[in-house]
């Protein structure tokens, strides 16, 4: 539904940007700030992304390795940093949108994901 993201999207950017509201996007330039989970180190798939989608912003990526055997608490940590560096990256930007590449996680990694 999209309804229930939009409520998730805004609970989210109301926690990592500290309340601010920010300005509309199309005053700023910036819309939608993207990070990335799973994949490979390249990531080539984003490249993909950022052509299809060029007012798109990317944020942090972590690849697999990076998340891989963490456990639950190390990833849920590393996840809310790439989340919480990427606000702060982008101020402006009025959504924070993530992408997690399922597929591209072991059994077991990806529940912890």
Not at 18 to 30: L, S
Not at 75 to 101: G, I, K, Y
Request: include cysteine.
């Amino acid at each position: 539904r999209d309804d229930a993201g939009r409520c998730w999207a805004d609970a989210l950017w109301a926690e990592l940007s500290g309340g601010e509201v920010a300005e509309p996007a199309t005053k700023t330039g910036q819309g939608a700030v993207l990070v990335a989970l799973g994949g490979n180190h390249y990531m080539a798939h984003m490249n993909d992304i950022a052509l299809k989608y060029p007012d798109l912003l990317v944020g942090h990526m972590l690849p697999n390795y990076v998340l891989q055997d963490a456990g639950p608490e190390r990833c849920q940590l590393v996840v809310r940093e790439a989340l919480e560096a990427t606000a702060r990256a982008f101020p402006n930007a009025r959504e924070l949108l993530v992408l997690v590449l399922r597929k591209k996680f072991r059994s077991a990694d990806r529940k912890d994901v």
